[in-house]
């Protein structure tokens, strides 16, 4: 198999460590060794060692989250999400994806999103066509928010309207690229997705991002893949932290208690955590859960539920009992993806609420 030899470095390093062996949480869900870091290392080791086919690991490498609690736990300083993308992004020029992911790929080309939709809900259609008319602000909502879960996308609009925010919306919004960048990291597909975005972006002089894995792409991805943008790209947590702070954004603070979930790509790749917390703390009584911030566990997601529903199923289900574990009786998430898999979850324990469902509330 063809890949760099820093990641080959990478490979050498992790496939005979356990540093990071207790920290992955596909890993921790299904109690399978497979499912570590270690063990996907071994699998590429071999593959580079010609001992077995590249095709004979991808269902392996699929089962990765890439959510990089391996690589903030590891004090040598190896990455194996690095070099797991890399894996992924040679099997798809060597022909050798799995067929689910073949599908979602195809669909990502074909329809802007992983999951082959193209027609939104009414309801934030409606929403969307009242903000058409152009502005200095747009609200990028992303893939999940407009397909699958259409009442957070509305939502989301609804938070920005009781603000009094003047911004635009688009019906026919681009896709950030991130689900690429997760399907097959960094094809030149990718970045021809990227670049497109971010085309749209520069008529804007802010663009606010919904979704944590857009916000990660746009604010992160994008410029490492040498894709940039003209507009002040802004995550929808800080944005409404920002009109928090102005006084824009009214705020009624209630006795309920709840804690957050804090998505990896605000934490461990935008070193975002507190703007959230803020914006919390406003409307209700904020406490933590063990690991959180920079430690967080991810939490699933909808992507990776298109091929692996009861693996991610479980994750959410083992984050709900953490919050059990410390009497939590209400969740709040930011992260659209992880929303639905914690409401995927039958469990009468503990309320799963989005940051946009508490501000309406």
Avoid at 157 to 186: C, M, N, R, W, Y
């Amino acid at each position: 198999m063809m890949m760099s030899d820093k990641c080959k470095q990478h490979v050498d390093s992790c496939r005979f460590c356990w540093m990071c062996h207790h920290i992955c949480p596909v890993g921790n869900a299904t109690g399978q060794e497979r499912n570590t870091a270690r063990a996907r290392a071994l699998g590429i080791s071999l593959v580079n060692r010609e001992a077995i086919d590249l095709s004979e690991i991808m269902d392996n490498i699929y089962e990765c989250a890439t959510c990089g609690a391996c690589v903030h736990d590891c004090k040598t300083g190896w990455d194996p999400v690095m070099f797991t993308k890399e894996t992924r992004l040679q099997a798809a020029l060597e022909g050798k994806l799995p067929a689910y992911i073949n599908t979602l790929v195809d669909n990502c080309l074909d329809t802007g999103n992983a999951y082959g939709k193209t027609v939104m809900c009414e309801t934030l259609a409606a929403a969307i066509a009242a903000h058409a008319a152009k502005t200095e602000t747009l609200l990028f909502l992303g893939a999940d928010a407009r397909y699958m879960a259409c009442r957070q996308g509305f939502k989301a609009i609804s938070v920005l309207e009781k603000a009094g925010v003047s911004f635009t919306a688009l019906a026919d919004e681009p896709a950030s690229g991130a689900q690429l960048d997760f399907l097959i990291g960094a094809a030149e597909e990718t970045k021809a997705q990227m670049a497109a975005a971010a085309k749209v972006m520069d008529d804007y002089a802010t663009v606010v991002v919904f979704d944590p894995a857009d916000a990660k792409a746009i604010k992160q991805l994008y410029h490492e893949y040498g894709v940039e943008t003209k507009a002040n790209v802004v995550t929808f947590t800080a944005y409404l932290a920002e009109l928090l702070a102005a006084g824009n954004l009214a705020a009624k603070k209630s006795d309920r208690a709840v804690v957050y979930q804090d998505p990896y790509q605000l934490s461990r790749d935008l070193c975002e955590t507190e703007e959230a917390r803020a914006v919390i703390s406003a409307f209700a009584e904020l406490s933590e859960l063990h690991l959180n911030r920079t430690e967080t566990i991810w939490a699933g997601d909808i992507l990776m539920a298109q091929y692996k529903p009861d693996t991610v199923k479980r994750v959410a289900a083992r984050r709900i009992f953490n919050a059990t574990s410390i009497g939590a009786k209400t969740m709040v998430t930011a992260s659209v993806g992880e929303y639905v898999a914690l409401k995927s979850v039958e469990q009468s324990d503990v309320e799963i609420l989005s940051l946009v469902d508490l501000i309406l509330d």
